[in-house]
Structures are given as structure tokens and as C-alpha cells.
């Protein structure tokens, strides 16, 4: 009878061939199935014992090894895919917001697209993030690892003008001729600023960003917490301009752009002096508009 060479290959993983301790003969004795291990060898009377893994261990394969091995424990970030069981090892993943990376042989976190860039891919235990820049009429105003561009607003939609055209790290604003001449165009400008700290943080060294810090306008003029910003690491820096965001007033805020291009932030300032130019310019012809319908 012809036998199959995967057949074959089955047969002799089952078998395993020993010489009889004490005629020297050889025996062909049974391996042991998966989930058991080699209790005692088999002799000329005797056939193989075969005994169930114990907790904790496990075998794959047929064998002849006279002791289970022992369950793997997942590593850092990773959480069990399916629990050990005695003829299957541990097998774990990297838990969510991270994949495995072969280059460290270890779990990462996925890769945050940052404003301007939504997620094309979103990460999975296997793999990374996939970023791409958002196209002409979407934006992404957030660092993410899954946030997807969105749909720039229409502003004609709602009889609004544009106060800020869109970009691709943040929507554009819209607003009507009542809104704009009850509100100081500042305000306008102050919706952006943290996404705009963001993009800054991307590209400023931290002497720069000490800079920033000391210089950045308060409300009674003189900076109490100067000598606090010399000492904080990028992280704290973050945090304290973060936290004067969330305060500051319109004077504040128009005062920026001049602030960063005196720490040499030139084409920052630059960016922020255009956006407040073109409220101010939206909000002036709101007036005129006023103006022509009263003659």
C-alpha cells in the first residue's frame, strides 16, 4: 500500500524509536499526543505512559519529552489573545493603541497624526498607524492616532461669512456681521490657537520655547511665574502655554505674533498677524455694509 508522504511524516511523529534498557533491542514506542507529556518510556512489555500537562504548562505537539513546558507570560503592553491551555502556549497581543514593532520586538504605541494629517489606516495590534495629509476642503485639528480628516464647514450653508479661511489643521470659522461686530476678532483667533500651539511645539527647541513662555502677555503686564518657566522640562513648558491659552484675554492674544517673532518664531507670528489682519478686515466690512444700508 502507498502511503503519502505527509501521512508518513504524521505516522513517524507519533513513533519514536529507543533502545530496550535491558536487552539493548530496538523498540519503536508512541509519542504522546499534544496537551500530555512522557510519563515513563516504554519497554518490551510495556507501552508508552502518557501523562495530561499539569497547570501552567502545555505540549503542541507529539512528543517524547519527559516534562511539559511552561506557559509563556505575556510582555509589557501586551494582553492575552487566548489563554494557555495544556496543548496550546499563552498567546498573546499588544493591547489597544498599540502594535507590535519587529524592529524593538516589542509593543509601541501607534503613531499620532498630527494636525493637518488624518489617520488613512487606523493601527492594529500588527500594525502602525498610517497618516496622511488632509486633502483641499478637509482638516484635522487634533493629534491622533484614529481621528479621520473631516469636511471643511460651508459657510454659505448658513448666509455666514468666512472669518478665517479653512486650512488643513483647523476648520474654517464662520460667522454673520452681528457676531462679528459683537465680538473682538481676538476671540476669533483664540479658537485656533490650540491647535497652533500644537504645529509650534512640533518645530521649537526648548530654549525657544522657555523664551516664549517668559514672554507670553499677561493681564497685569509683568510675568510672576518667569523664573518657574526657566526651570520646566518640554513637557511642563507645554502645560504652562497651554494654561495661559485657556486664560487669555483679546489683548493678550493680539499681542502674540509680536511675541513670537521677538523670540525669532518669525513665520509663526507672521501666520497668526495674517489671520487676525483677515478678521479685522471681515469685521470692517460688516461696518461698511451697515453703513451703506443706513444711507
Not at 498599540?98 to 492594529?124: D, S
Not at 483641499?136 to 472669518?163: H, I, M, P
Request: proline share 4%; aromatic share 8%; hydrophobic share 30%.
Amino acid at each position: 500500500m502507498l502511503v503519502s508522504v505527509d501521512a508518513s511524516m504524521a505516522l513517524h511523529a507519533q513513533t519514536f524509536k529507543k533502545d530496550d534498557r535491558y536487552s539493548g533491542l530496538p523498540l519503536v514506542c508512541d509519542s504522546c499526543p499534544p496537551g500530555t507529556y512522557l510519563r515513563a518510556h516504554c519497554s518490551a512489555t510495556r507501552k508508552s505512559d502518557c501523562a495530561k500537562c499539569p497547570n501552567g504548562s502545555y505540549t503542541e505537539f507529539w512528543n517524547h519529552i519527559s516534562k511539559c513546558l511552561r506557559c509563556s507570560m505575556c510582555a509589557e503592553n501586551q494582553v492575552v489573545k487566548q489563554e494557555c491551555s495544556p496543548s496550546n502556549n499563552c498567546e498573546c497581543e499588544c493591547k489597544d493603541d498599540y502594535y507590535f514593532n519587529k524592529k524593538y520586538e516589542a509593543c509601541v504605541k501607534h503613531k499620532e497624526c498630527l494636525p493637518g494629517y488624518g489617520a488613512n489606516t487606523t493601527g492594529t495590534p500588527q500594525q502602525d498607524t498610517e497618516c496622511v495629509q488632509c486633502q483641499d476642503g478637509f482638516y484635522s485639528e487634533v493629534s491622533s492616532a484614529k481621528a479621520t480628516c473631516l469636511a471643511q464647514s460651508n459657510c454659505k450653508v448658513g448666509g455666514l461669512r468666512v472669518v478665517l479661511k479653512g486650512q488643513p489643521w483647523h476648520d474654517t470659522l464662520c460667522a454673520s456681521c452681528d457676531d462679528l461686530k459683537s465680538r473682538d476678532g481676538a476671540e476669533y483667533l483664540h479658537e485656533i490657537l490650540p491647535t497652533f500651539f500644537i504645529q509650534l511645539y512640533q518645530t521649537m527647541g526648548i530654549n525657544r520655547m522657555r523664551r516664549l513662555a517668559m514672554r507670553l502677555p499677561q493681564k497685569g503686564g509683568k510675568n510672576p511665574l518667569i523664573k518657574t518657566a526657566m526651570k520646566l522640562n518640554r513637557r511642563g513648558l507645554r502645560d504652562f502655554i497651554n494654561s495661559w491659552d485657556q486664560g487669555a484675554g483679546n489683548d493678550q492674544v493680539r499681542k502674540l505674533p509680536e511675541v513670537l517673532k521677538k523670540i525669532g518664531a518669525f513665520h509663526m507670528g507672521d501666520k497668526l498677524e495674517r489671520k487676525l489682519a483677515y478678521i479685522d478686515q471681515q469685521s470692517k466690512l460688516c461696518e461698511e455694509l451697515v453703513e451703506v444700508a443706513q444711507d
